[in-house]
């Protein structure tokens, strides 16, 4: 089966500047995450849909960032303005079931290098 | 709450010799444990999962860990490293603790010498 597809997947832009990130999960995958991972740090959950709708955004900074599943298949994360701190990787993963990734583990697309200077 | 510690940032082993990465967890409740392998500018990869079966649990690559409750530990081992065996490993916990969270550990870099 295809694995779980995320583009760019680099990305360098200026602080202040708007950027957006795509995923498209594995097909049939109800249950999708978006996770930031900051250089030398695990990867912390940003938010998670199941199907269209949010489960948990947390720990989404909402003053700029923001995702959307529209038809509860492939998703967009975007952060306007960024700032210097974004800069991270971006992973996206998914997971059959609602608790499948808690449970049994993500399947973890590539990622996008976010470098904002 | 849950929470994650890697000892040791970085892991240097010859290849050959046994790999042994450090994991500590801490949980209110039955932990999910997780072992996740990340090779440079790739996503990251299920090695192998504790789901209170067996408390050995066995991966791919050759990998495994055991968990021992009674040191809230997960550590993962491998008889003999390969050169392929180079990446960033991480653990990560997750449990039911009024709504089910996965917590991953800062990652220990293993490097491998020829």
């Known amino acids: 089966e295809a694995g779980v597809a995320q583009s760019p997947r680099y990305k360098i832009i200026e602080k202040r500047q708007s950027v957006a990130f795509w995923c498209n999960p594995i097909s049939g995958h109800a249950t999708l995450y978006w996770y930031q991972q900051i250089l030398g740090q695990g990867p912390k959950l940003l938010i998670q849909?199941?199907?269209?709708?949010?489960?948990?955004d947390s720990q989404l900074p909402k003053d700029r960032f923001s995702a959307e599943r529209l038809k509860g298949v492939d998703s967009t994360l975007k952060i306007q303005p960024a700032k210097l701190e974004d800069s991270a990787v971006y992973l996206c993963?998914?997971?059959?079931?609602?608790?499948?990734?808690?449970?049994?583990?993500?399947?973890f697309g590539s990622g996008t290098r976010l470098t904002v200077v | 709450a849950q929470s994650v510690t890697q000892l040791g940032s970085h892991v240097s082993v010859s290849e050959g010799a046994l790999v042994l990465l450090r994991c500590n967890y801490s949980s209110s409740v039955p932990p999910y444990l997780f072992w996740y392998v990340q090779y440079p500018n790739q996503g990251l990869q299920l090695l192998l999962k504790y789901t209170s079966a067996a408390t050995l649990v066995k991966g791919i690559n050759g990998f495994e860990a055991e968990f021992k409750k009674s040191e809230t530990s997960f550590h993962l081992t491998k008889p003999s490293a390969h050169m392929s065996d180079a990446a960033e490993y991480f653990c990560a916990v997750s449990g039911n603790t009024g709504g089910f969270k996965t917590i991953f550990g800062a990652g220990t870099r293993l490097f491998v010498k020829a």
């Open positions: 849909f199941q199907n269209n709708g949010v489960v948990d």
């Open positions: 993963a998914s997971s059959l079931a609602p608790l499948g990734g808690v449970t049994g583990g993500y399947t």
